[in-house]
């Protein structure tokens, strides 16, 4: 088992770049895991590259280090609001090693990603936690906020193509 660095050891949070798209999947393949859904990832280094690291960028994303070591990530798109007529930042995924958990790592990723609205003008971060997930605790630590009346749907597979085709 590898030696972790100690808690007091800087966290820095970089840009992903396109060498890093197997650590993107494997971080991706890990945190599926983690949600008991460890088949559910279907891209590749490959379509992460092309997807996130081409010519028209569907994501991106930040790494976080500890002396130069890899811990965590967050990948995320982009939105919009109409109400507000700004962008928002949605998360996809956000995961942290769990030797590194409690380390500042998951907060430092938060911050990065707080300083990137403010100096692009976005006016907020959107995510989703499971309802067991622990984490809850430490988004609202953050001032994230539940908001109760609104239920996430979502239209996929079968439903999806069904709909497309009437």
Not at 55 to 62: Q, Y
Not at 97 to 123: D, S, T, Y
């Amino acid at each position: 088992m590898a030696a972790t660095l100690p808690s007091s050891a800087a966290v820095t949070v970089r840009p992903a770049t396109v060498e890093d798209v197997g650590l993107l999947h494997r971080f991706s393949v890990d945190l599926a895991t983690y949600e008991d859904e460890p088949d559910a990832v279907t891209s590749t280094p490959q379509t992460l590259a092309r997807d996130g690291f081409g010519a028209d960028p569907k994501f991106a994303a930040l790494i976080a280090e500890r002396g130069g070591k890899p811990v965590g990530f967050a990948l995320y798109t982009f939105n919009y609001s109409v109400w507000t007529a700004a962008r928002g930042i949605f998360i996809e995924d956000i995961w942290v090693v769990p030797g590194e958990r409690r380390g500042g790592v998951a907060r430092a990723l938060m911050a990065a990603l707080a300083r990137e609205c403010l100096a692009r003008g976005i006016r907020r971060i959107d995510l989703n936690v499971l309802d067991w997930n622990p984490a809850r605790g430490f988004y609202e630590r953050l001032g994230f906020r539940w908001i109760r009346t609104w239920l996430p749907y979502r239209l996929s597979g079968e439903a999806l193509a069904k709909l497309a085709g009437d």
